[in-house]
Nanobody, 125 residues
Framework: QVQLVESGGGLVQAGGSLRLSCAAS????????MGWFRQAPGKEREFVAA????????YYADSVKGRFVISRDNAETKMFLQMNSLKPEDTAVYYC??????????????????WGQGTQVTVTS
């Protein structure tokens, strides 16, 4: 079965950086677009970034554009999220996700079928 495992979360001061990783198994990773989402306490889960199967197309939420960088390594079946210039409002549980259909890179949460367990990111002021 499909398994997505996030790692790399933690506690960081505002202005700092973290690098999240997502290790995927149970799917042909190289033919799936992938996405990062986050959910802050009391808020709905929201889109952060997405990357197409070959990394030819990349998308960011406006709130993270210019600060976060999404990437992937198809040989290692991993996806990454480099988070720079972190702000307290970036505090959330971060999830990696794979869509229901291969060869797609959706931006909507409802189009993603497979989810990791999440990793906590806490940014202090």
């Amino acid at each position: 079965q499909v398994q997505l495992v996030e790692s790399g979360g933690g506690l960081v001061q505002a202005g700092g950086s973290l690098r999240l990783s997502c290790a995927a198994s149970g799917l042909t990773f190289s033919i799936y677009g992938m996405g990062w989402f986050r959910q802050a306490p009391g808020k709905e889960r929201e889109f952060v970034a997405a990357i197409s199967r070959s990394a030819g197309s990349i998308y960011y939420a406006d709130s993270v554009k210019g600060r976060f960088v999404i990437s992937r390594d198809n040989a290692e079946t991993k996806m990454f999220l480099q988070m720079n210039s972190l702000k307290p409002e970036d505090t959330a549980v971060y999830y990696c996700a794979a869509p229901q259909y291969a060869h797609t890179t959706p931006l909507s949460l409802r189009d993603y079928k497979y989810w990791g367990q999440g990793t906590q990111v806490t940014v202090t002021s």
